[in-house]
């Protein structure tokens, strides 16, 4: 752990007394009975103690949260090596962390949210699936945020398990996997057929693609171009699985993933004026009219993690902006932290983390600081977003 120079310069009693108190829960006699004869030893002392069980807190935090992504990923392993009457070559996608799912009313009301932002320029909207039973037009429809699925046994959709053998898409946007599975959570247990939408060159990055059976990679080799129900190119197989109750005829589950980001942004702040850099393993404010990279994209997903606009062409190494493990600064990260990477609250017009911290300007012009959003420091905390020029 490293200390700032205020915190290296405390007597050696109150250094002595963090460690004992982060695993005590509060400081020693020895450091009281010091402090009584140094009340300055005292404050020092209790303004370590606070920093260090804050740190505890965090690191605490992110190994529950890792512990149980490696737990699920398990999970996920040992459901998608089950047995299989086809197990044909794998994706050509690369695999993505294990994700739990929100409840599906969580994620409609995020989708709900997310489409009211349409009407910004910067963002990409939603995908709309359609899915169809051929003999007698009966469908339903929906949006899915990138990373989630829709399970027909509990979806707020009225989409019904185990009849739909078409699928439409609405706005698809290049690149995106999509998925139909017989198993309910689209976990791979059971039958499925996966797509990557594909336009070919000169088309895209969003179009609508036709009716296409849910069937149409079943027996295909992965990597094989597709065309959907009108005849144009609109797949690329991504696999398939034959066990159980076989497509197209067992439908229960929509799966989304890789949806083109929402940006380019800035991020202005509300104080100062100025944005924040992007180009920066520290990102800090300059002049929003800099001659510097200063644009920024929005996931697509139910959190709508920020990353760096030069990292988003590389879904493998996308640069996420995260608050530092030891400096409480902000910092990007090539390492997917849930707990530690920003999101933009519209509400707020805060820069948040789900543990709940906030960054704003520091003293120091080439940082700036994350902290608890409890401690308001009023317009310094709040960001303006606003659409950045493409270049």
Known sequence: MRLHRQEAEVR???IACVPVAALAGG???????????DSKALVTCSYVFRRVVSRVVRWLGITMLVCTGLAATAGHAVAQSAPSDTQPAASILPVGPAIAQPSPEAVAAKVKARMQEQANTSNHPLPIVVM???SDGKQCSFSVLDG?????????????DNIYNTFEIVGAHEGMWIEMEAAPNCNGSES???YIVSFGPGHGPVGNIAPTSVAASVGVPVGQILNDGSGKRAFIADGYKSTGTPLPNAVSCVLVRNLLPNGPYHYRNQASGLCLRSDEFRPYPVACTAPVPLAF???NDYFGEIISADSVATPTKRKYLNTS???DVLEFSTTYLPTHAFSYNATSSRLETLLGFCASPSDDPYRVNTHSCRHDTGARMQWIREPAPVR
């Open 12 to 14: 050696p009693c109150a």
């Open 27 to 37: 400081a020693p006699a020895s450091c009281a009975r010091a402090s009584r004869r």
């Open 132 to 134: 169809r039973r051929i």
């Open 148 to 160: 989630t699925y829709v399970n027909f046994h509990e979806d707020p959709y009225g989409c019904e």
């Open 192 to 194: 499925y057929a996966k």
């Open 297 to 299: 994209y929005e996931l």
């Open 325 to 327: 493990l030891s400096d």
